[in-house]
């Protein structure tokens, strides 16, 4: 993955001018023999007895540059079916770093330890690709070049590693758009300014804001710093203040100001503690009972944990492989009773299957989640509001893993247990949404190519799916009436068919949803439905419906 900031990508060379050249031995004994040949031509010479041809042994003619090309492809092909048929067994004698004039050596070579671990050629090519991604990964480099050359005349059978970089000219960058989302007839402005390498440790701050007239605001300050030396895992840390309006569909606001510190960051495994001051307040005075009880300041300490791997062949239409998802949080890591205390846990599994024909290819996906409080009488006490499972939205479910939110068909949080509002006159009161502490999700999509061709080049291609959800209660001793057939009777569900536009910034997908089945408090409306997952610096969000999208990057 080439640094966004980078005219041209880095690479690892592999022609013996620029990159890995074979040992010096192997090219003096080649230089040897034709050393020899020479000399054996011109003892055959001599037997002429030519007083004429001394000048031309001792000054023979400089083979053609023809020639020299044809020895040089020569050695080449001898190298490449070493490679493909036997292993060439090589060290690494030094790694050289050239063109950090600001990012300190150890930075660099903290990405480079797996070189000197290796034992064959065939093997060092490979870690030296995987260490020129990791460096264009660190965000600080307009271009990574790792060449692999001969190691020192006397040790045979080394090589040396030559790391050259280009540091990026101007530290700064920024971003900023502009959206609207028809369903929540809201709009929001985003922004975020980045500043790498300030230290020269790698590091990586940005400020970002997020203001939106009716929903969701947002007002964040971070820093990143790589992976070290004495350190396993990237750290990283982050401010925010977050103010989420849910009045519409829950009669409350939410407000948090907190901390979160990124502990473990890999491939496979995320660990991240979190404080957070949160407030919830009700200005419309009309919440539900069990909303009014949770009102008020709330201290948050939590521990969460991630862990995740994905084996599909592609994150956005995926056509074959699996994933899975497991999310741990524990909250309440503070000696006040008061804070809120609770243990969450999500599952997500995916499984592709391809089918033959037209890219066809089936995905399959169960996600479940469950919240439970902690503590002291923890059976008689409710789960904390903002942790509960909530349902609903144009999210589509099919390819993302965030763990049971989404079931098309239904509104934003519109679906699953709900309580009468405060009730003001002679009419039947309103309905808040209160969430549940078990939700269970599950879908079956297929995919296929159309059958037009300018369709297939552009990456356009339709599918048929079918999904069903439910949440329950099982807080305030609720669970001791909670049956699962009952709870998959009672499930939602509903299928549909859609048509999915990717493009290089956002991927619309507009789907055809039938409700089968629904309650009375539920929002779900058959009808076209149309979902956007907008793509930033390699990173998917999956948003509602979106326009008016712009970017501006003035410091590049």
């Known amino acids: 993955m080439a640094n966004p900031d980078s005219g041209s990508p880095g690479s ?5 001018n620029d990159a890995y050249r074979p040992p010096r031995r192997i090219e003096e004994e080649e230089e040897e023999e034709e050393g020899e040949d020479e000399v054996d031509e ?18 023979p003619q400089p083979r053609s540059q023809e020639d020299r090309l044809r020895a040089h492809r020569a050695r ?40 000197k671990k290796v034992a064959s050629l065939q093997e060092l090519l490979q870690v030296a690709s995987v260490a020129n991604f990791r460096l264009q990964q660190l965000g600080i480099f ?112 939410e407000q948090s100001l907190g901390l979160s510190l990124g502990l473990v960051s ?17 200005p419309s005075q009309m919440s539900a009972r069990s909303i ?49 205390r609770f243990l969450r846990q999500e599952l997500d599994l995916r499984y592709a299957l391809p089918l033959g024909f037209y890219r066809a290819a089936i995905n399959i996906g ?15 006490k409710p789960s904390p509001l903002p942790e509960r499972f909530f ?49 269970v999700t599950t879908f079956a999509d297929l995919s296929f190519d159309l059958p037009f061709s300018w369709c297939q080049k552009s990456g356009i291609y339709g599918h048929v799916f079918a999904c069903a959800g439910n949440l329950a209660k099982l807080t305030q001793n609720e669970f001791r009436n909670f049956s699962f057939q009952n709870f998959l009777k009672s499930c939602r569900s509903s299928v549909g068919a859609g048509i999915v536009v990717p493009t290089s910034i956002v991927r619309v997908e507009v789907n055809y949803c039938y409700v089968l089945k629904q309650y009375d408090f539920d929002r779900g409306k058959t009808g076209l439905r149309k979902g956007n997952r907008i793509r930033r610096s390699g990173i998917l969000a999956d948003v509602l419906p979106r326009v008016r999208f712009f970017r501006w990057c003035p410091f590049n």
């Open 292 to 340: 009014r009880r949770q009102l008020g300041h709330n201290l948050i300490s939590s521990l969460k944990y991630s862990f995740r791997f994905d084996r599909r062949n592609s994150p956005i239409r995926p056509t074959r492989g699996y994933a899975f998802l497991s999310t741990t949080q524990i909250g309440g890591l503070t000696p006040d009773p008061r804070s809120a």
């Open 12 to 16: 690892v060379s592999e022609t013996p």
């Open 142 to 253: 307009q271009s990574v070049n790792i060449v692999l050359d001969s190691g020192p005349k006397e040790l045979p059978g080394t090589a040396n590693v030559i790391v050259n970089v280009v540091e990026a000219t101007n530290p700064l960058s920024g971003e900023i758009g502009y959206y609207t989302k028809p369903e929540a007839r809201s709009s929001t402005l985003e922004g975020v300014l980045k500043l790498k390498n300030l230290l020269g440790f790698g590091d990586l701050w940005d400020g970002s804001f997020a203001y939106g007239w009716n929903q969701t605001s947002e007002l964040s300050a971070g820093v990143y710093l790589p992976r070290m030396k004495s350190l396993l895992a990237p750290l990283s840390a982050r401010v925010f203040l977050v103010s989420q309006d849910w009045l519409k569909y829950s009669s409350y606001n």
């Open 391 to 439: 349902m609903g939205g144009n999210t589509s479910p099919f390819y993302s893993l965030g763990g049971p939110t989404s079931l098309l068909g239904f509104r934003t949080r519109g679906m699953g247990p709900t309580e009468p509002r405060r009730q003001t006159g002679n009419d039947d009161p309103e309905r808040d949404y209160v969430g549940g502490d078990l939700a």
């Open 366 to 380: 169960i996600s479940g989640g469950v919240v439970f409080p902690w503590g002291c009488g923890f059976l008689q």
């Open 76 to 115: 080449l092909n001898n190298l490449s079916s070493k490679l493909s048929s036997e292993t060439v067994p090589i060290r690494v004698h030094d790694v050289l770093i050239k063109g950090n004039s600001k990012t300190r050596d150890w930075v660099i070579e903290a990405e480079l330890d797996d070189l």
């Open 42 to 59: 011109s003892d055959d010479d001599d037997g002429d007895g030519g007083e004429d041809d001394e000048p031309e042994r001792r000054a």
């Open 266 to 282: 890999t491939r496979n495994h995320d660990l991240a503690y979190n404080l957070t001051w949160r407030t919830l307040t009700d």
